[in-house]
């Protein structure tokens, strides 16, 4: 009988994490605000929907269709990225939060400062409770305005996203006249050896490859580019050994026909196609994730995929640790050993030796944004809302939203199963 409650409890255990454990998709959401389609549009365009999908507590400063248009009219779309991540918030603010802020301002971290574009702090917004009811917006820059106010609320998750209407683009220094050249303008192989990469980079000039980068990056291309250790890595066969046709191969799968930034990556469920795809499941890679970690994998082994060393739409290239082996050129990685058969004797019940455990990849560890320093507090903040229509909700069932963050599932599902036992035991 008490089998049975304990599987009753682990069953129930299971059942509560499996309809608490799910994250919000900031397109479904804003699909039901039309006023907000020009800024949900770039969001995918930009793929920082991917990005703000992959993250929990965060704020979204929306902009209405009209100051969005006004905005993308002028700037190409690697500039309209970089602004419209100044827009996104790494912490949670509702109306009331933004009027209950300590000493009435604070500078906050945004998604931009994750980007490494962000020299200083132009990565950080300052948010002030103004007299009047009003909370103003602007750039952590010295000599910033507050050129941007909030306008209204459109929709909390509580505490996972919330999203507000501001009345105009929040400006960095520098941001608009940031160099954004056309993709067929770029220069990979300066990029690469920049990076550290000036094996790579010639590699793909005396094979001819580079070419084929070229040809792609108008419609797209993600590089993977290995670091020149990888290539002096214990493992890492001759590569002066393969054919010609080979070699071209194994450059083409290092690179991916579409523009990847790592949020993108992140979200990614199907097998990635490189240049060298030539059918289904040929040439292939395949990708997890732990936190902010994001690992290629190959079929021959893995490697992890660092920070961007160049992102423009549609073109970003990635360092990696190792280089990527595809199996159809190398073979696959060695299946671990069967466990030996029992041998026969005369005891009733002869054991069998359990097979060893594979060894997992450690994941790497989440990356902390920086605490928002504060600043000197404002004549006259008010405790007043500024007036304005708000469309919140804070609905299970609203369009978009699936469950709250992970941590308080934990939290919660600890908590049932040992208040559980005890009334089992």
């Known amino acids: 009988m008490r089998e049975f409650h304990q599987l009753n409890l682990f069953l129930f255990t299971l059942f509560l994490v499996a309809i608490a454990a799910n994250a919000h998709n900031i397109t479904a959401i804003l699909e039901g605000f039309p006023d907000y389609s020009v800024y949900n549009s770039f969001l995918t365009q930009t793929k920082l929907a991917d990005e703000i999908n992959t993250r929990e507590t965060i704020t979204c400063l929306v902009l209405n269709n009209g100051a969005m248009s006004a905005l993308t009219a002028k700037h190409p779309l690697s500039v309209v990225k970089n602004i419209l991540s100044l827009h996104v918030l790494l912490d949670y603010y509702d109306p009331q939060k933004l009027h209950q802020i300590s000493k009435g301002t604070t500078l906050t971290t945004t998604l931009y400062q994750t980007t490494?574009?962000?020299?200083?702090?132009?990565?950080?917004?300052?948010?002030?409770?103004?007299?009047?009811?009003?909370?103003?917006?602007?750039?952590?820059?010295?000599?910033?305005?507050?050129?941007?106010?909030?306008?209204?609320?459109?929709?909390?998750?509580?505490?996972?996203?919330?999203?507000?209407?501001?009345?105009?683009?929040?400006?960095?220094?520098?941001?608009?006249?940031?160099?954004?050249?056309?993709?067929?303008?770029?220069?990979?192989?300066?990029?690469?050896?920049?990076?550290?990469?000036?094996?790579?980079?010639?590699?793909?000039?005396?094979?001819?490859?580079?070419?084929?980068?070229?040809?792609?990056?108008?419609?797209?291309?993600?590089?993977?580019?290995?670091?020149?250790?990888a290539f002096k890595a214990e493992g890492v066969p001759d590569l002066s050994k393969l054919t010609n046709a080979e070699q071209v191969s194994l450059l083409e799968y290092h690179a991916s026909p579409a523009y990847k930034p790592k949020g993108t990556l992140k979200t990614t469920k199907d097998p990635v196609t490189t240049l060298a795809t030539n059918g289904a499941g040929k040439f292939d890679l395949t990708v997890t994730t732990a936190g902010d970690s994001v690992t290629l994998h190959t079929g021959v082994g893995s490697s992890r995929v660092a920070e961007a060393v160049y992102d423009s739409p549609p073109f970003v290239i990635f360092t990696v640790d190792n280089v990527l082996l595809p199996s159809e050129l190398f073979g696959k990685s060695p299946s671990p050993a069967p466990a030996p058969e029992p041998v026969s004797s005369p005891s009733p019940s002869p054991s069998v030796s359990p097979s060893p455990s594979p060894v997992s990849e450690a994941p790497s560890p989440l990356a902390a944004s920086p605490p928002a320093p504060p600043t000197d507090t404002p004549a006259g903040a008010p405790a007043d809302a500024p007036a304005g229509s708000s469309e919140n909700s804070t609905s299970d069932k609203a369009a978009g939203h699936v469950s709250a963050p992970l941590l308080p599932t934990v939290v919660f599902t600890v908590f049932a199963t040992v208040v559980s036992s005890a009334l089992l035991s």
Not at 148 to 158: A, G, H, L, W
Not at 173 to 193: F, H, Q, R
Not at 209 to 215: A, D, Q
């Open 116 to 229: 490494g574009n962000a020299p200083g702090n132009l990565g950080f917004v300052n948010i002030t409770d103004l007299q009047g009811g009003k909370v103003g917006f602007g750039s952590a820059a010295p000599g910033s305005k507050l050129d941007s106010s909030y306008t209204k609320s459109v929709k909390q998750i509580p505490y996972n996203i919330s999203i507000l209407e501001i009345s105009a683009p929040i400006i960095a220094p520098g941001i608009l006249t940031a160099p954004a050249p056309s993709a067929s303008g770029v220069n990979i192989t300066g990029l690469l050896e920049k990076a550290g990469c000036k094996t790579f980079a010639s590699l793909l000039i005396s094979s001819g490859v580079l070419k084929t980068y070229e040809s792609a990056l108008d419609k797209g291309l993600t590089v993977f580019a290995p670091s020149d250790e």
